[in-house]
Every structure is written in structure tokens, then in C-alpha cells.
């Protein structure tokens, strides 16, 4: 019996996770699959594939995608997850839908009935689904679309056993929706141009039908230029019937298809009135409470982060656990054990791997950016984030964005990489380019920025206001000015808004220790690196050659100690250390006021750090890196060499 089942499964199978975003997709994945990846409350968390075997038949791939409203896509991250379904060899797909929000769901299920691919349906966030008040019958739901559909509560692993007892189900759907009669004509004219695919022959010709740009490369691989024309052709006889654009009607079509299911299998109950978590979320974009409380959430943010990580536990670790006992005692054992001066200088001395690269990575930022990604993982699970992104909307689109880029540029805070990877959800090229610039240019990240709000909390509140001052409107005006100098288009702007939640404290654990290990994977090994760098300059004499060359700038314009150049120097490497060398210059007194700010706003505008400018480079292309940094780098020195001036010419006292 076993062994019959073994080979209808065959070896290899892929089964893909699709469904809007924010839906619980990469929960279930990794409820399936053992695997962790990033679970966050907002949409456009998942912008890359992620795959992992089965726990319960390590012969199934499970593939969990970026979330899509439409497998026509609109944005790159959607595109991933519509080529998946077109072009991979997979055995069927799991669509995860918001139960709270079916309407959307349908959407997408008659899209995947169309293209005749075989699936389940997963109804998850059952749990908030009811507490609203709403009720879906999935018998009657399995009836109608003629595929299995099973409840779950992903966060507390509810309805997971019969989730993977259904994928043993996944069957076509029969119901294929229906166009008007102009529109159906035109279908079949092209399914008749059509090469047998994987999806059906039907759901292409409507893909095309709608205009989508996305396939253009698909065509040129899988027809020839004539019939290319006549597909071309078609669309435009069929264009000239209606007033609206196909896509449009297309749309408009499938959604009161989805809607007739809708009304006969939800229920909705009244429920009274708003709840407490909605009016907070109300109450975080509203134009007038939505700044007092931005306030409170950044005062707690420097609290924990400014004062106890970058405060206490950096005090702790750094003056007692390194400075009394690990330097010390590594000092005394290499001395002892390893008699030769140069290695013992490699390990040891003032550009030791042990007692600076280890201090700085571990003593300094570990704990700076271990307090950050707890706290912005609270935030990022709350909810907080896009009701941020609706307020400050009017703002950032003076700057020709929409407010979806707010998104990317708080997840900068996090880190720069990771967010010019989510402007993937961005849809047009010229938000894609300004806000990988901004990013670049003026999000510190989470290290970065703990190491800031470590170094300011010795300083006065004015201090604070003016590095922030000049950070944000340093991006402020660059973003206005990249808008009128980069081509394109805006687009609208529709963000999908998820509800506030309590976040589970588990998700943030393991979220945050997967960021830590990332950062002692990732950045460690660059600080060694780094180290090294100053220690073979330094035996060199370059260092000191290199301080001269700097000093016209770094002294003379920047009114900074010679010393900082080394700070920019490892700066290439990782901002965090290049803030780091500046932090520890500041412990020892090496720094005034107006020093450490000036040195800070370099800091902060300065380029990108390795990891960051090579991802720009693979989303960008490299002409677009090479643009971005060659304007950042003297635009960085310049700042800070006018905010040094005006500080000393008007005498301000910090
Ligand atoms: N209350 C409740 N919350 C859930 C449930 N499933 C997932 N969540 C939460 O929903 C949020 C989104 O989950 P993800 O797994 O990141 O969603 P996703 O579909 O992968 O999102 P994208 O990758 O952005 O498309 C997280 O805050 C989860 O904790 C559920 O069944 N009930
Ligand atoms: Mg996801």
C-alpha cells in the first residue's frame, strides 16, 4: 500500500504556496517544510522564492512565493510567482487565502481554475475571520469550485495535519470563468496561435488579452514574429469594441464571478463596534494622533535601543567583559604561547583581530543591532509599519513616490540590503532607482544606526535634531531632485493594510536570531577583513599615507581628527564599523560636540556598504551602482563640510 502511494507521488514533485500577499504563506511554509523564513505583518515580506522539502514526505518540494493580487503582474515580486506557475514543472499549488478577505482570494483561484492547474485551497486566518463577524462555508465552497478546501490558524498550528492530508487532493477546478462575447470570440482566435504550455492555452490568450507587458519575452521564445503580429492584431480589433482598457474589463468580469461565489458561501454576522486594536490602527495614520504617537514609538525604539543596547549592555560588554577579562587575558595567552611580534600584533595589538575586530563586531554592534532587530521586529509584526507608510504618503509623493516606498525605506532601518531587495514591490523603474538611491544615500541601518543613537545620547537633544535634520532633509531634497532627473512614471498608490496585531512572541525570537546569525555570518568576517586592512596599510605606511592625502578633507574641511579617516576607510566595508571606528574615537575623548556630528552625517550619507552595493548592482545593473555611488561619495564630504562651516561660523554650542 505504501509503496503504490510512493509512486503516485513521484520523485521530485514541486508544489508552490501562492496567494495574496500577507496571507500567511511563509508560516504554513514553514510549518511544512521546518524551514524558517521571514514572517512579517505587512505585504511584500517574501520577495524571492524560497524552497524546502516536506517534513512529512521529503520527496515533495514545497515552494513558498512573493504574494501576488493578480497573476498579472503589476510588480517584479509578482512576476516571480506568475513565472513559477508558467514555466516550472510543478505538481499542483496550495493557495493560501485570508479567510477575512475571500473576495481577493477568488480572484486569484479563478485565475489558477483558468489555468487549469490543479490545487487546493488553504482558508487561513480563520481565528480573525470569525472575530470579525464572518463565516464561510467551505463545503459549500469545495462544492461549487470542485477542489478541497481546508481551514487552518496557521499561528497556532491549527488545521496543519489536514492541510497536508489535502495536498494528496489537489484536483483542477471546474469552474472556468466566463467573458463577454466579444472578449470569448478573441480568446479563441488567439488559443488557435498557441503552442501547448503547461497552463492552458485559455489563460494565456486572456493574459495577453489584458496586456500583459510581462510576457513579451515568453512570445519571443515560444512564437515567431508573425504571429506575434496577429496576436497584436486581435487585441486591437477587440480594444476598438469597448471604451475601457481590456485589462480592465477582463478584471471587472472575474471579479463578479468572484463575487456570485461570494454570496453563497459567506455569511457575515454584525459585530458591534470597532475594536480597540482598530481604533489604534486608526489612530496611527491619522493626520493629527499619528505624529504624537511616531513619537512615542521612536522615543521607546532610543530608549531600548539608544540607551539600554547601545548604553548598558555596550558598557557591559565592552569595559568588563572585553576590556577586563577577554583582551587582557587573549594579550597575556598570545604573548606566552605565540613568541612571534608580528603575529602576536595580527591577534593582539592595535589593529588586532581580537582587540579591534572582535570588540567592534561583538562588544559594540552585536549588542546595538541585537536590541534593533528585536525592537523593529515588534514593530514589523505589529502592524505598525505600512499605517506609517499611509501617513507620510503626502509627503513622499512630493518626492515622486508613493507612500509603498515608505515600505523599503523603513525596512532600511533594518538593514540596506535586504530593503533594496523589497523594492521589488515597487512598481515602476523610476521608484525602483530613487528608492534604492535614497537608500544608499541617507538610511542608516540598524547597526549603523544604534551606534549613532548610542554616540548622540552622550550629547545634547539639539545635537540629535540636527544630525536627523540634516539626514532627513538631505533625502527629502536628493529624492525631489531624482524625481525630476530619473525618467518614468508614479504610480498609484495602494497598499493593502493588514490589522494591527499583538505579535507572537515566538515569530520575533526566532526572527531576531536569524538576523543575529545573519550578522555574525555576514559581518563579522568583513570587520576581520577590514582589520586587516588597516593592519597591512599601517605596516605599509600607507595609513599614514592615505591620512595625508585624506587630511585636506577630513582635517581641514571637515574639522575632524586625522584619526577619523580610518573610520571612513573600514566605512567601505560596513558602515556599522566605519560608525563603529567614530563611536570608540568619541569614548576616548577624541571628539567635540560639532565633531561628532559632522562626523556622524558623513557617516550616515556615506556609501554603501559592500553587501549593499552589490545587490544594487544585480538589481540595478552596474551602470546605475556606478551612478548612484560616484554622486554619493564627494556629495557625502560635501555636507558635511557646509554643516561643519555654518556650526563653527555661528559658534553653536552642543
Ligand atoms: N491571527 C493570525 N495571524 C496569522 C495567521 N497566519 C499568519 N498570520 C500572521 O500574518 C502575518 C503575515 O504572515 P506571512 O507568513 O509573512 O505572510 P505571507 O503570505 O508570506 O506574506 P508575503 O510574503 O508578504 O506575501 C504575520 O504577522 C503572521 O504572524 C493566522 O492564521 N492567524
Ligand atoms: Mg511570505
Redesign the pocket.
Known sequence: MHQHHKEVIKIGKKIVLV?N???????IFSLLTGRYVT???Y????VELAQGYAKFDREILIIDT??VNNLIPMSEDEKVTRDILLNEEIEGVVQ?IDAKNLRRGLLITLQLSEMGLPFIINL?????ARSRGIFIDYKKLEEILGVKVVP????QRKGISSLISGISYLKKSKVKPEYSADIEDAISEIEEILPETRISKRSLAVMLLAGDESLRSWLHRNLDSKEISKIEEIRNKTQRVYPDPLGHLINTQRISQADKILKRVVTTTKVKRETFSQRIGNACMHPLWGIPILFIVLFLMYKFVGEFGAGVLVDFLESVVFGRYLNPISISVVEKLIPVKIIQEVLVGEYGIITMALTYSIAIVLPIVGTFFLAFGVLE?SGYLPRLAIMVNKIFKLMGLNGKAVLPMVLGLGCDTMATLTTRILETRKERIIVTLLLALGVPCSAQLGVILGMLSSLSGAAALIWGGVVISVIFFVGMLASYIVPGERSDFILELPPI?VP?FS?IMVKTLARIEWYLREAVPLFVLGTLVLFVSDKMGLLGLLEEVASPVVVGFLGLPVKATEAFLVGFLRRDYGAAGLFALAREGALDPIQMVVSLVVITLFVPCIANFLIIIKERGLKTALAIVSFIFPFAFIVGGILNFILRYLGVKL
Open positions: 496567494g500577499p500577507n496571507v500567511g504563506k511563509s508560516v514572517v512579517s505583518n505585504p511584500g515580506t517574501t512573493p504574494g493560501v487561513n486566518m480563520e481565528d480573525e487552518t490558524i496557521a499561528t509584526d496585531r507572537q515569530n
